[in-house]
């Protein structure tokens, strides 16, 4: 029993990657100096091993793994989601000391420890050599099935160009936050698409606020949805300064109607889709307003 499987399937996926992104320097899986078992010592060998895991998908691999983890089939991610649960739950109580009748979260932990070890030794708590040594070789196999997924995975998107193209992107924007101006440019006009104002200055206004949008991706956790994020932090900018470029401001239709969130949506949304604001002055648009919301107009 050893890692060196486990070892070799690691070195396959840092190449594959570092090809696939064609970068020599590129690593699915960094590097780590952490001690592994080497299972003379079945009990220390187990403790040794959960570390290493444990480095392995929340320390060395844990970008690439929040990346392809939506790639992956159903089974192969909900095996690889219940593994790193496992890993994460018995380094945490290897490595500290827990206080199950203080905090449930600590129960918890404990209890999935438990009870994955009566399922693969026949006890909650491993205490002879055996045992421990059952222990090791489960968790072994698993780790080979779970890299063994991702390698698949990272074969098959060699298989075409767009798989090829879309990862590629992904995983450069999730490595590197480094976000192209036109990106954020790309959701401003969308955004934009509620008011087509005549004049408005994308460049100035995203030059404007880059630096803050720019600050917000980069503090964000490798699982976010980047994307997405850039839509929400634009988005918010753009609400901000909307009365800017809307033909009505909120205070002339909190005038004219009982406002809450839910009602600002609808208006927006209105405007967007039953009217082209574009060349619309206030009366007119209000008047539209009046006809399609008669529930909501202040007497």
């Known amino acids: 029993m050893n890692t060196s499987n486990c070892e070799r399937i690691i070195q396959d996926i840092n190449s594959l990657i570092s090809h696939i992104i064609n970068d020599r320097e590129e690593f699915f899986f960094e590097s780590s100096n952490l001690i592994k078992p080497d299972f003379k010592n079945q009990e220390l060998s187990f403790v040794r091993l959960v570390s290493w895991l444990y480095t392995l998908y929340f320390e060395t691999g844990k970008v690439g793994l929040n990346i392809v983890k939506p790639s992956l089939d159903e089974k192969s991610r909900s095996i690889l989601i219940e593994h790193t649960k496992l890993i ?112 408005f200055d994308i460049v100035k206004f995203r030059s404007k606020h880059l630096d803050k949008w720019r600050r917000h991706i980069n503090i964000l956790d490798s699982s976010a949805d980047l994307y997405n994020e850039i839509g929400k932090i634009v988005e918010s900018t753009m609400v901000s300064e909307f009365i800017h470029v809307l033909p009505i401001t909120i205070k002339e239709m909190e005038k004219e109607f009982y406002l809450s969130k839910s009602i600002i949506d609808e208006l927006y949304c209105y405007m967007a889709v039953e009217n082209n604001t574009k060349n619309i002055d206030s009366k007119l648009m209000m008047e539209r307003l009046r006809d399609r919301f008669p529930e909501l107009v202040r007497e």
């Not at 491993?126 to 779970?146: G, K, M």
């Not at 997924?149 to 924007?173: A, E, P, Q, V």
Request: charged letters at 30%.
């Open 88 to 199: 994460h739950a018995y380094r945490t109580k290897l490595q500290h000391n827990l206080d199950r009748a203080k905090d449930s979260r600590n129960f918890k932990l404990e209890s999935v420890c438990l009870k994955w070890s009566k399922k693969v030794c026949g006890v909650n708590v491993p205490r002879d050599e055996t045992e421990w040594s059952q222990c090791s070789i489960f968790l072994i196999d698993e780790t080979e099935a779970v890299l063994n997924s991702i390698y698949s995975m990272l074969d098959d998107m060699t298989n075409t160009d767009s798989k090829s193209d879309d990862f590629i992107s992904n995983w450069r924007l999730t490595k590197t936050r480094n976000i192209e101006p036109y990106v954020y440019d790309l959701y401003i006009k969308k955004f934009l698409s509620f008011t087509s104002p005549d004049e």
